[in-house]
């Protein structure tokens, strides 16, 4: 038996290699992969060589990032984390033979895993199970970011995704996958408002057929427009909360700019540039605002173990449950053969191709 494997070999070079698969431990299940989604973020960034794992060396124990060999060399023979699966061999009683489920193990035909070491979300059978790519890791990113605004209210006694949302006004700055999945999410638990603020004609457009309300950064100040529309009280106005889910440093200023004061701003972007023109010396400190970075390698303090990956997910099937029919038509914009992933990958990367959500088929 054979399985392949999409392998980034080196900065632009992206190959599909045959490897034998791997004996089925104890316990353990193989599984034959349905659909596997492109995250163009993470993804990306090892294929243009911007990762920083890629240079340097991670010491996790220490939370830093140090001077030494590269903590993920290439080849990078493991990429991507939205994967759905069947299961064609089990081990153990916990998960059946034909059993559907959301997985992380990466672009690759099929694989085996030990449940108890790794994730397999089993997906009900009322989901459409290409969405099923949202349930493991992408979804629960998002839904994460809710909890921390929630967490940033109410700290350890947040009980609620919609406790960081309900109510409130909520700007929402990217309109790529993390965005609006983030934006469905606030719309979903009860915010008052929610506007999407991206420079793409094409994301805003939709955004706006999911039903989510739009503005162009590009055009008139949007600061100055929402704060005008969002008034609290005297000297007071702007967004409760901010999502910020673009990578890129005028979107953080952005983000900035468009909070009330006393703000905070939830980052779920991952700057691979740097974020040089943020002016810190501005609305951050004259609005007394923060910055809360969101990611999914923990929930907020004291919120576990209460909350984890598998509540987020679950939050997340609820979501595509409500919404799946607007985010299946409109938010994955292309499906693509597995053996056509090297060249989707290296077309992204190159900015040849333009997509919000691609998933590649078995």
């Known amino acids: 038996m054979r399985d392949r494997v999409v392998v980034v070999s080196g900065p632009g070079r992206v190959d599909l290699v ?52 590269a903590s993920t060399p290439y080849p990078v023979r493991r990429l991507g984390y939205m994967q759905v699966g069947r299961v064609v061999e089990s081990a153990t009683p916990a998960i059946p033979v034909g059993t559907v489920g959301a997985l992380t193990y ?6 085996v895993l030990d449940p108890l070491r790794e994730r397999f979300v089993p997906l009900p059978d ?24 929630a967490a940033d209210l109410y700290g350890p006694q947040a009980r609620s995704l919609s406790d960081g949302v309900a109510g409130r006004r909520v700007a929402v700055v990217g309109g790529g996958v993390v965005a609006l999945l983030t934006a469905l999410f606030a719309k979903r638990h009860g915010a008052a408002s929610v506007v999407v603020l991206d420079p793409t004609p094409q994301r805003r457009q939709v955004a706006e057929t999911l039903g989510l309300e739009t503005l162009d950064p590009d055009a008139d100040d949007p600061a100055v427009v929402l704060k005008t529309r969002w008034a609290h009280a005297a000297g ?41 023109q943020v002016r810190f010396g501005e609305e951050f400190h004259h609005n007394g605002l923060s910055l809360r970075c969101a990611q999914i390698g923990r929930v907020p303090r004291g919120l576990a173990p209460t909350w984890d990956r ?53």
């Open 310 to 362: 598998e509540r987020l997910s679950a939050e997340t099937v609820e979501l595509l449950r409500d919404r799946g029919d607007l985010i299946r038509k409109h938010l994955v914009t292309a499906v693509v053969p597995f053996d056509g992933a090297p060249a989707l990958l290296t077309g992204l990367a190159e900015r040849r191709r333009q997509e919000l959500q691609v998933v590649l088929t078995c």
């Open 106 to 111: 990466g672009h690759r035909t099929g694989g």
């Open 18 to 69: 045959e490897r034998d698969a791997d004996p089925l431990p104890d316990g353990g299940v193989r599984v034959e992969t349905l659909y596997s989604g492109v995250s163009a973020g993470t993804e990306l960034s090892y294929v243009k060589g911007t990762n920083p794992y890629l240079n340097v060396t991670w010491n996790a124990d220490l939370g830093l990032f140090q001077a030494g060999a």
């Open 126 to 149: 009322d989901l459409d199970p290409l969405l099923g790519v949202y349930v493991a890791h992408m979804g629960p990113i998002c839904a994460n970011g809710l909890l921390h605004a």
């Open 236 to 276: 007071d106005r702007g967004a409760d909360v901010v999502f910020q889910c673009r990578g890129q440093a005028w979107a953080l200023r952005l983000a900035l700019r468009l909070l009330r004061p006393q703000g905070a701003v939830v980052d779920l972007a991952f700057y691979q540039d740097g974020a040089d």
